[in-house]
Nanobody, 123 residues
Framework: QVQLVESGGGLVQAGGSLRLSCAASGRTFSDYAMGWFRQAPGKEREFVGAISTGGVNTYYPDSVKGRFTISRDNAKNTVYLQMNSLKPEDTAIYYC????????????????WGQGTQVTVSS
């Protein structure tokens, strides 16, 4: 089992920044690719980005590319999501997720999920 706990959400004005953290415990963190997803009310869960086990490779959808950055610190068992130039449409609950070895954009491929943290961007 891998336990994931997100933090860092909150209310921010459009154009502002937030950094989310996801602390992992349980199994060997460096064995897991990590993903970030978000879900707004009435919408499906959306891929926000992913990072490989060693942190060398990152992947983003066009909607956040150039604004969001994923990083990880395997010594601290933590993955981060730096969000800049936030827009009202970024408002959602943000989740981190862990998948053994492989990155993926599909929520179904991830085995472990955090409880989520709310991000609200005001216009």
């Amino acid at each position: 089992q891998v336990q994931l706990v997100e933090s860092g959400g909150g209310l921010v004005q459009a154009g502002g920044s937030l950094r989310l953290s996801c602390a992992a415990s349980g199994r060997t963190f460096s064995d897991y690719a990590m993903g970030w997803f978000r879900q707004a009310p009435g919408k499906e869960r959306e891929f926000v980005g992913a990072i490989s086990t060693g942190g060398v490779n990152t992947y983003y959808p066009d909607s956040v590319k150039g604004r969001f950055t994923i990083s990880r610190d395997n010594a601290k068992n933590t993955v981060y999501l730096q969000m800049n130039s936030l827009k009202p449409e970024d408002t959602a609950i943000y989740y981190c997720a862990a998948n053994y070895r492989h990155t993926s954009y599909a929520p179904r491929d991830y085995d472990y999920w955090g409880q989520g943290t709310q991000v609200t961007v005001s216009s």
